[in-house]
T-cell receptor
Framework: GENVEQHPSTLSVQEGDSAVIKCTYS??????FPWYKQELGKRPQLIID?????GEKKDQRIAVTLNKTAKHFSLHITETQPEDSAVYFC????????????FGTGTRLLVSP | SAVISQKPSRDICQRGTSLTIQCQVD?????MFWYRQQPGQSLTLIAT?????????ESGFVIDKFPISRPNLTFSTLTVSNMSPEDSSIYLC?????????????FGEGSRLTVL
C-alpha cells in the first residue's frame, strides 16, 4: 500500500520568512495530494490540494508543487505569520480512490513574531 | 463543505468498558471514514463505513474491537470495545464530498478518549 514520508518534523521560522515542507510517496498510482492544517485541539482543515495532472497550484501565500517522476510534493508558505503556526499534514490517495487517504507524519511549524 | 457533528467531544473511560462515538452529517454523503489520532501523532485510517453493509477495515484494525454502523447516508457510529489505556486517542469521523476525481475529505471535530 501507499506510504507517505514527511520532512521536517519541526520547523521554526521568523515571521515573514518562507516555510517549505516536503513529502514523498511510494505508490505511483496515487493521483490526489491534499495538505491539512491542524491547530492545537482542532480538527484537520484542508488548506490546499493538487491532482496528478497539475505540477503546481497556488492560493495566496500557499503553494503546492508536485513532481510525479520523483514521487514527491511540497508545501510552500510565503510571508509566514504567527497564525500559520500549526501542525501540517500531507496526504496521498491510497489504493481505492481519492478519498481514502494515507497521511504523512506531520510537521510542526512555529512562526515567531 | 458539510457540517460534521461528533458526540461525545471527549470522555474519560475505565479500562474494560466500551464507548460508542456518533457522527452526524448535515447532508447525504457517499464516503464516510473513521480515523484515529494518537497523542502527538498523525492520522491513521481505521475503516471505511459502508452504508448498508459491513465496514471495510484497514490492516491492524478488527471489527470485534472497533464495530462500526452506517444505517444511512448521514450517520455512523464507531464503538471502541474493551478499552485499554492504549486506546486513548482522538477518533475522527470524516466524509468525502464530491464525485471521485473532485472529492475532498473533511473532518469532524473529533472525540478525545482517555482510558484510565
Amino acid at each position: 500500500g501507499e506510504n507517505v514520508e514527511q520532512h521536517p518534523s519541526t520547523l521554526s521560522v521568523q515571521e515573514g520568512d518562507s516555510a517549505v515542507i516536503k513529502c514523498t510517496y511510494s505508490d505511483s498510482a496515487s493521483n490526489y495530494f491534499p495538505w491539512y492544517k491542524q491547530e492545537l485541539g482542532k480538527r484537520p482543515q484542508l488548506i490546499i490540494d493538487i491532482r496528478s495532472n497539475v505540477g503546481e497550484k497556488k492560493d495566496q501565500r500557499i503553494a503546492v508543487t508536485l513532481n510525479k517522476t520523483a514521487k514527491h510534493f511540497s508545501l510552500h508558505i510565503t510571508e509566514t505569520q504567527p497564525e500559520d503556526s500549526a501542525v501540517y499534514f500531507c496526504a496521498a490517495t491510497g489504493d481505492t480512490g481519492f478519498q481514502k487517504l494515507v497521511f504523512g507524519t506531520g510537521t510542526r511549524l512555529l512562526v515567531s513574531p | 463543505s458539510a457540517v460534521i457533528s461528533q458526540k461525545p467531544s471527549r470522555d474519560i473511560c475505565q479500562r474494560g468498558t466500551s464507548l460508542t462515538i456518533q457522527c452526524q452529517v448535515d447532508s447525504q454523503v457517499t464516503m464516510m471514514f473513521w480515523y484515529r489520532q494518537q497523542p502527538g501523532q498523525s492520522l491513521t485510517l481505521i475503516a471505511t463505513a459502508n452504508q448498508g453493509s459491513e465496514a471495510t477495515y484497514e490492516s491492524g484494525f478488527v471489527i470485534d474491537k472497533f464495530p462500526i454502523s452506517r444505517p444511512n447516508l448521514t450517520f455512523s457510529t464507531l464503538t471502541v470495545s474493551n478499552m485499554s489505556p492504549e486506546d486513548s486517542s482522538i477518533y475522527l469521523c470524516s466524509v468525502g464530498l464530491g464525485q471521485g476525481a473532485t472529492g475532498e475529505l473533511f473532518f469532524g471535530e473529533g472525540s478525545r478518549l482517555t482510558v484510565l
